[in-house]
């Protein structure tokens, strides 16, 4: 098999790059490591001859581009993109050290490994192997190493489209993370979940003000009482459920999988049944904020003037103004809103060319594989490329363990990729760039 160099390289690459810490705290004096970590990439590349542009959008924040020319240059590129930040790990909860890329009980444990460093190994491990073996792939790869993905893009992809976006000139389909994962449904059949939407993003910012004074004194206009019923009454709402076509398509598909009637007026019944997935697909049927800091106060005994907190929201695609509207409402007219970062939802269709050979090389490696399209609740940098107007997809292809809740994984403790579904990824994405 042509790609058993890459599969046996793939292992190794993650390990180095698990090793490299490359935490991402949202704070840029206390972020380390993404440059190092672009630098090992470049010289990755560099040794099988491929050239690189590296960009560093801030001291140490540093992205990586490079296109490998296709056969028919006349055709749309296709990108293919990773980034190499991780969230925190606190080393005395984890059972390995985080940064160790130790491997044991068949899996590479390390923050990172299925967020996403395991599918950036998997990038390198394939067009290494085709550099040394001469293969011209049917038409351009752009390769993209990304920072920041986890804290915002700021510094990452959306830098990269802002400054930098004759990089991508061509390209009109892009596979990310997130989405080609394995999900058992008995011995012969396997889903594997296809990312064709995400959620949108909108992190608020709630400021109340009141009345400062005494904690002793009896006093009715507390910011912090104020900012707290606030936090409360959105914190303990329960938005609608809203059904969009890709969360139709994969109910339909899933419930004639497993041979169930759902009804999509009540699909948290079916989502029920979906096991260690379950938490994953059930946050995709509504629209979500849930409160995530708090800050008010400077003394113990000092009623402050003003407190503040922080709303993590999602929303479906189609569903940001009414959310919106729904918000303003739930947090009451004496809340000051801030919008600290926005980003909208994508979604595209599950057909073409791209998606068909994602079917093919999967079947081609487990003939158990159906694809079946899902949205992801969370957001990746296809955020960011889709504004130029490229069709995002989630597919970093893995199989997993029946048993194995994957879903935990990230941004969890303990965090590991299985090392046969690592070699089994390398194999499924070596076909499908070399038939797309």
């Not at 058993?4 to 972020?31: F, K, M, Q, S, Y």
């Not at 130790?102 to 990172?112: A, P, V």
């Not at 491990?125 to 390769?143: C, F, H, M, S």
């Not at 159906?370 to 490229?390: E, N």
Request: aromatic share 6%; charged share 25%.
């Amino acid at each position: 098999m042509e790609t058993i160099a890459a599969a046996d390289e793939v292992v190794g690459i993650c390990r180095d790059l698990l090793r490299i810490d490359t935490t991402n705290t949202g704070d840029p004096r206390t972020t380390v490591g993404e440059r190092v970590a672009a630098e090992y990439v470049a010289e990755k590349l560099g040794e099988v001859g491929i050239d690189v542009e590296l960009h560093e959008s801030a001291p140490t924040r540093a992205n990586l581009v490079a296109r490998i020319p296709g056969a028919d240059r006349s055709r749309g590129a296709l990108l293919v993109h990773g980034h190499l930040d991780v969230v925190p790990a606190d080393a005395s909860e984890w059972s390995v050290g985080p940064f160790s890329g130790e491997e044991k009980d068949g899996y590479l444990w390390g923050r990172g490994a299925i967020d996403m460093k395991d599918f950036d190994a998997m990038m390198l491990a394939v067009v290494r192997d085709w550099t040394r073996t001469g293969y011209v792939p049917p038409r351009d790869i752009v390769l993209a190493y990304t920072a920041d993905e986890e804290a915002g893009m700021q510094y990452g992809s959306q830098w990269l489209v802002e400054n930098h976006r004759d990089l991508f000139d061509g390209c009109t389909e892009a596979i990310g993370e997130v989405g080609g994962y394995s999900y058992t449904v008995n011995d012969d059949l396997r889903l594997y979940l296809v990312q064709t939407a995400e959620k949108g993003l909108d992190w608020l910012r709630l400021h109340a003000t009141g009345r400062p004074g005494h904690g002793s004194f009896i006093h009715d206009d507390n910011a912090v009482t104020n900012l707290a019923e606030a936090v409360a009454r959105v914190g303990h709402h329960r938005f609608p459920t809203v059904v969009t076509p890709t969360v139709r398509a994969f109910l339909e598909q899933v419930g004639d999988a497993l041979q169930i009637d759902i009804d999509p007026a009540e699909p948290e019944l079916a989502i029920a049944k979906l096991g260690p997935i379950a938490n994953l697909i059930g946050a995709t049927i509504r629209n979500t904020a849930n409160p995530t800091r708090l800050e008010a106060g400077y003394k113990d005994n000092v009623i402050p003037g003003r407190a503040s907190a922080t709303i993590d929201c999602r929303t479906l695609p189609g569903e940001a103004d009414s959310f919106l509207a729904a918000m303003r409402e739930l947090i009451g007219p004496d809340i000051e809103v801030e919008h600290v970062h926005q980003q909208p939802a994508v979604e595209t269709s599950f057909d073409g060319a791209l998606v068909d050979a994602m079917g093919a090389a999967l079947r081609a490696e487990d003939r158990g594989a159906r694809t079946v399209p899902y949205l992801m609740s969370g957001g990746t940098d296809a955020k960011a490329f889709s504004t130029l107007g490229i069709r995002c997809f989630g597919f970093a292809p893995l199989r997993l363990p029946a048993d194995l809740n994957f879903a935990s994984l990230f941004h969890g403790i303990d965090e590991r990729v299985p090392v046969d579904g690592l070699k089994f990824g390398v194999r499924v994405l070596d076909r499908l760039l070399r038939n797309s």
